[in-house]
Each structure stands twice: as structure tokens, then as C-alpha cells.
């Protein structure tokens, strides 16, 4: 890294038009990208995807689009003319609406009628709705179209009837707009910054860690062009991109910045002490940055788009951060001028370093028992789509659902689904061996839609029972017939992310071993630094239950109501972008306390050392990142709060009880086992 440095600084006019041309270039590579992006939520070789795929193209209605179900009350349906007035209704509906609509109406069949004989309902299979976004369950896609149903069927019905519309979506506790406020955000996120800078530096040095995140942001769109080449690039990852580019840029930028002001504080001159700051925290920026990419790199191997594209942009973005702050940042700093204010390490820190090493074993009990019982509460991680008992309690949809069930017909059928039946196969059988399977309610057919078969389930697709329904379905069906629907689709997108998800946990854990062993010369850290990881990640799935499952303040803290489950995406993605965070901290950390260690021979004073110098640090960079993601939370929209939230509090969880009280208690509690790295380990890494 010293090397770097001095070519960096004899070559500062060139490095300096480098970052210039790199920066326009940046911009240039947004304005080619943007017409690359894709906002589908594609999955392709997932079976319930292929038959949702296959309908749409088919009939332009239904297949991934959850149905909407009009309840008609106070309209005996054996009374004269009452059929013939509801199939007007529901006629009107697809006229306004281009809908497809299935109804006792138009097809006469007594399943869409309740017992009390005066309360019917229809399905309401709407036209694709641009998901975009973030692909949880998204509930509240096409919000409004309730209210174009009701009208359309209005003036249709007979004297004294009415209608209200119900479904998931109607239900829906939260809107799904597909997106961000990005500018807002932002704008949050580098006020958030500004004031934690200044708070730290007191003094101008405040905007240069900034600065190079704002440069690194536009450098990283280069590597995002490039990599379009070979993947498609999901709008969710440019979203994203720039809001973690400015909180991971100004993380690199914090801890050389840092480390510059403690080597002038000691003497030396601004050249000498950017020498010294590349020589240690450079080295530091190296395998952090490597730690964060490996992370998201690893999401390459879920079969899933969206993920693969969100995994190569944090990469390309943590790359480029790191590329500047270790190429930019030598020159900004020789040109800082006078001598900064001492970098002293803050007292505090040192003295909560000192408590946790005394009482190590009982910091690291308590800090343990904390964690272990969050991740207890993880075993309750709820991945289906939600279920009408934790959705809306009141309005128009509620009240529809009340008169459903008053009527005993099961909210199953809110979670209907098309099944497709292709040429040659007699759909009417495949219809009939359908209704006869347990927990069908009722299959129907139309006579002008010939290959589809349309199953009401008896239980709720997000309920165990209801997943069990759809799986009897696809194992009943002929070969070449295609199960579609939205919780077919969630639950292949589950199985299949999931399933890949060991592969690439085992992936991500030999390659960080691997490093960090070389970069800590020691083969019993990297083991801690990993497992202490998985520990804070199980530890954050817990509290995501918590909050977004039980409902703990949610409310309260965020104003949205949640639904009792999590995003499908939510797990794998929050690990991804978190196991890369939490080791960036790991790294930073240990790595000064091996510097103390190397420095001084005793690993007590070298955690006391090691802690006092970082913890600042790493908990202001914690606070940047989380004021980063906790900004995208205040949206409104669901599925963002949660993916966001989870996010923020894994940052705050780790900075606090895993890196300040566990990681210290841990290596106070190794001792010289933290060092063991025998001579064929030192030969095979090639550290020697």
C-alpha cells in the first residue's frame, strides 16, 4: 500500500485527471445503462413462473396477478332475474376494467354462492401490474382497482344489493409504489453524514470522506455497464446503488482519514503520515472492501435475476469505493495544509474496552444469551405470502371478507389460482379431478377461456394447509399441464433461493477464511470473526420476527401496519449485504489489535489499544450506514421497510453487541490462541 501511495503522489496530475475522466465517464455510463434496466421480477426455469408466463401470454390476465373478489350481498340468487343482473355487473367490470372475470353470473355455479343463498362473490383477475421494487409479497399492487370494480358494478345490480371488493390486495396494509424517492434519500443519507463528520473531525476534513464517495458512486455505474453485458441489471439495484455507495465510501475514507490525523498528530508531515495511513489502514481498506464484495458476489449463485444483479452492483460500487479512497483520498490529504487538530483515541473507548476484559466471561455470557435468543426467535421466520388475519382490520375489503365467511365461504378463495391446460388435454377432467382433491373448494371453467381451469382452495395459500393444497394440485395434473398463480410462484422462487443458499454460504465461508487467515497471520480468528457473523445475522432474523411478525412497536417506530410475514428476498439479501458489512468492521477491528499485538506481545493491552482507536470509528460508520438504509424505511412502502429495517439494525446490532462487547470479550478470552498460525499455515498462505 505504501507503494500505491508514493506512485500516487509523484504521479498527481495524472491520477488526478484519471479520477476526473473516470467520474464523466461515470455519468456516461449511468445514461447507457438506464435503457438497459429492467424492472420485471423475472425467474425463469421456476415452473410457477414458466405457467404464469404462459397465461399472461395467453389471455393478458391473471396467472402471477392475485385475483380481486367482488362480494355481492342482499341479492337472493334464486329470486327471478338476480343471475341475469349479477352477470350484467360482473360483464361491466370486464368491460371497464379489461379484466378477466369468473362469477356465479356468468358461469351458474353455485360454488360462488354462499349457504345463506343471498350472498355471491366473483374472481377478478386484473392485467399485469409493473412490479418493480423489491420482490417480497408486494401486496398492494394496483391498489385502486377495487374501487373500479365496485363502481362498474353498481349500477347493474339488483334493488337493495350491495357490493364491496376484497382480496390480499385490497386488504393490503401497506402500498407497493415499486420504488424509492431516491433524491430524498439521499439527501438523508448525507445530511446523516455531515453531521456525524463534523461531529467526529471538527473541522473541514469533515467533506473529504464524503467527497470520495460522491466520486466513487458515479465510477462504480462503469463497472455496472460492463457487467450488463453478461446480466440483466434490475432498476432495484440503480436504487440502491448509490444510497450503500455513499455510506461504504465514506467507511473507507473514515478509517484512512483517521489514521492520517493520528500519524500527523505523531509528527509526521502530510506525505510521511499518508505514507504511514496506506501502510496500516490501507491494508485494512484492502481486505474489508475484498470482505464486502465477496459477500455480495456470492449472491451470483442464486438462480434468481434481481438477486445476482443486486449482488454484482454492490460489488462493482464497493470496488470502486475502495479504488478511490486509495487513490484519490493520498492526494486530498497532502493538500489538507496546517496540522490537524491530535487524533487522540477517546477515553471512553478505552476504559469500555477495559470493563469487557475484566469481566470478559460475564460480557460474553450476556452478549451471547442476547443473541442466541433472537436467533431462537428466527426459527419463526414466516417466508409465505401473508394471510387475511394479519391484514387490514377495517375498511370496505374487511368488511367483504366479514360477509364471506358470514356466508361460510372459505378465504381460500381469495388466493384462487389458474391452472393451464394446453391443447389435447380435456380440461374438463383435469377440472374434475381437481375439485375432488382435499382442500379444493371448487374448481370452474368458462367457455371462453377453453384451457384454463380456475382452483378455489378451501385454506389460504399463505396458511400451511393452503401450501399443501397447491402442492396435491401440481402433483395431480397431467404432464404438460402448468400450475400457475402468485403463491406457486412465491413458493418455487423459496425452494429454489434457498436451496442454492447453502451452496453459497459454504462459498462465502472457505473464501473469507481464507483471507482473513492471511490477513490476521492466524488460523483460530477468522473460524471466531465467521461464526461471530452467522451469530449476528441469525441474531437480526430474529428481531425482523419480532418486528415484522408479532409486531412488536412496528406501528409505532414506522407508522405500517405489518402483515405477520417477511419478503421471500429478505433473508438471502440481508445476509448478503450484511455478512460483507459486519466483517468490514471485523477487519478494521482486528486489524489494529494485531497491529497492538505485534507492536506490544500482550493481547489484553492489545484489545484495549484495538478497541480505544476503532470503536469510535466503527460506530460512526455504523451510523452512517444505518441513517442510509434506516432512510429507506420511511417510505410507506412494505416490502422496502422491511428489507431496509432489517438491514439498519443488523448494522447498529453488530457495531454494538457483537464488534463492542463480544468480539473483545472473545479475544481477551483466547489470549496467544488468537495468534496460533503454525509455520505450513504461514507457507501454504504465503504470508512468509
Known amino acids: 500500500m505504501e507503494t500505491l501511495s508514493r506512485w500516487v503522489l509523484a504521479r498527481r496530475r495524472l491520477v488526478g485527471l484519471l479520477t476526473l475522466v473516470l467520474l464523466l465517464t461515470g455519468g456516461g455510463a449511468l445514461a447507457l445503462l438506464l435503457p438497459k434496466v429492467s424492472e420485471n421480477n423475472a425467474y425463469p426455469g421456476l415452473p410457477g413462473y414458466e405457467a404464469n408466463q404462459r397465461i399472461a401470454a395467453a389471455y393478458g390476465t391473471g396467472g402471477y396477478e392475485r385475483p380481486f373478489v367482488p362480494v355481492v350481498t342482499g341479492a337472493p340468487v334464486d329470486q327471478p332475474g338476480v343471475r341475469e343482473s349479477l352477470d350484467r355487473a360482473f360483464a361491466a367490470v370486464a368491460d371497464k376494467t ?19 343463498g343471498s350472498t355471491s362473490f366473483g374472481l377478478v383477475f386484473g392485467g399485469p401490474v409493473e412490479q418493480g421494487g423489491l420482490p417480497g409479497s408486494a401486496l398492494g399492487e394496483g391498489a385502486g382497482l377495487e374501487h373500479f370494480i365496485a363502481e362498474a358494478m353498481r349500477p347493474h345490480l339488483p334493488p337493495g344489493a350491495k357490493v364491496a371488493v376484497t382480496g390480499l390486495d385490497a386488504l393490503a396494509t401497506g402500498s407497493d409504489a415499486g420504488g424509492l424517492n431516491v433524491p430524498i434519500k439521499l439527501l438523508i443519507t448525507i445530511g446523516a453524514a455531515i453531521t456525524v463528520l463534523t461531529w467526529v473531525f471538527r473541522s473541514a476534513l469533515a467533506f473529504v470522506p464524503l467527497l470520495t464517495a460522491v466520486v466513487a458512486v458515479p465510477v462504480s455505474f462503469l463497472g455496472l455497464l460492463a457487467a450488463s453485458a453478461f446480466i440483466d441489471v434490475h432498476e432495484t439495484t440503480l436504487i440502491m446503488l448509490p444510497l450503500f455507495g455513499v455510506g461504504i465510501g465514506i467507511d473507507y475514507a473514515l478509517i484512512l482519514v483517521s489514521r492520517w490525523r493520528e500519524e500527523r498528530a505523531r509528527g509526521a508531515d502530510p506525505e510521511e503520515a499518508v505514507h504511514r495511513a496506506m501502510a496500516t489502514a490501507g491494508h485494512a481498506v484492502v481486505f474489508s472492501s475484498a470482505a464486502v464484495a465477496i459477500g455480495l458476489a456470492t449472491m451470483v449463485v442464486l438462480p434468481i435475476p434481481l438477486l445476482r444483479s443486486l449482488g454484482v452492483g454492490g460489488t462493482m460500487v464497493t470496488a470502486a469505493s475502495a479504488l478511490v479512497s486509495l487513490t484519490l483520498l493520498p492526494l486530498l490529504l497532502v493538500r489538507a495544509g496546517k496540522k ?5 483515541a477517546p477515553r471512553g473507548w478505552e476504559a469500555w474496552a477495559r470493563f469487557v ?22 426459527l419463526n421466520l414466516n417466508l409465505r405470502v401473508p394471510v387475511t388475519e394479519n391484514l387490514a382490520r377495517s375498511g370496505d375489503g374487511h368488511a367483504a371478507l366479514t360477509a364471506l365467511r358470514a356466508a361460510d365461504v372459505p378465504s381460500g378463495v381469495l388466493t384462487a389460482f389458474d391452472v393451464f391446460v394446453p391443447s389435447g388435454t380435456d380440461s374438463q377432467r383435469v377440472a374434475a379431478t381437481l375439485a ?63 436451496t442454492a443458499f447453502p451452496w453459497m454460504l459454504a462459498i462465502l465461508a472457505l473464501i473469507t477464511y481464507l483471507m482473513l487467515a492471511r490477513a490476521f497471520r492466524s488460523l483460530l480468528l477468522p473460524l471466531k470473526a465467521i461464526l461471530l457473523n452467522l451469530l449476528s445475522l441469525g441474531a437480526v432474523l430474529g428481531a425482523m420476527v419480532l418486528l415484522w411478525q408479532w409486531g412488536w412497536g412496528t406501528e409505532a417506530l414506522l407508522g405500517i401496519q405489518p402483515d405477520g410475514a417477511i419478503g421471500t428476498f429478505v433473508p438471502v439479501t440481508i445476509f448478503a449485504f450484511l455478512y460483507g458489512l459486519s466483517m468490514d468492521y471485523e477487519v478494521f477491528i482486528i486489524a489494529r489489535m494485531r497491529e497492538e499485538y505485534d507492536r506490544t506481545g500482550d493481547t489484553r493491552e492489545a484489545v484495549v489499544r484495538g478497541i480505544g482507536r476503532t470503536g469510535r470509528l466503527v460506530t460512526c460508520a455504523a451510523l452512517i450506514l444505518f441513517f442510509s438504509f434506516a432512510s429507506m424505511a420511511t417510505g410507506g412502502e412494505l416490502d422496502v421497510a422491511i428489507f431496509a429495517s432489517g438491514v439498519s439494525l443488523g448494522i447498529i446490532l453488530d457495531a454494538t453487541v457483537i464488534r463492542s462487547v463480544l468480539l473483545p470479550a472473545t479475544v481477551a478470552m483466547l489470549g496467544r490462541w488468537n495468534w496460533w498460525f503454525p509455520t505450513w499455515a504461514a507457507r501454504l498462505l504465503r504470508t512468509q
Not at 372475470?101 to 356468468?106: K, L, N, P, Q
Request: aromatic letters at 6%; a positive charge; proline letters at 5%.
Open 98 to 116: 379489461k379484466a378477466r372475470v369468473v362469477s356465479y353470473g356468468g358461469t351458474g355455479d353455485r360454488s360462488f354462492v354462499g349457504k345463506d
Open 340 to 344: 490537524p487538530t491530535a487524533e487522540r
Open 357 to 378: 476484559v475484566r469481566f470478559r466471561h460475564l460480557t460474553a455470557l450476556v452478549a451471547s444469551a442476547v443473541l442466541i435468543a433472537l436467533c431462537l426467535v428466527a
Open 436 to 498: 375432488d382433491l382435499p382442500g379444493v373448494h371448487s374448481t370452474t371453467r368458462s367457455p371462453r377461456w377453453t384451457q384454463l381451469v380456475t382452483v378455489l382452495p378451501v385454506d389460504e395459500g399463505g396458511s400451511t394447509a393452503g401450501e399443501q393444497t397447491i402442492r396435491r394440485v401440481i402433483d395431480a395434473v397431467p404432464d404438460g399441464v402448468l400450475v400457475g398463480g402468485n403463491v406457486t410462484q412465491q413458493m418455487d422462487y423459496v425452494r429454489t433461493t434457498y
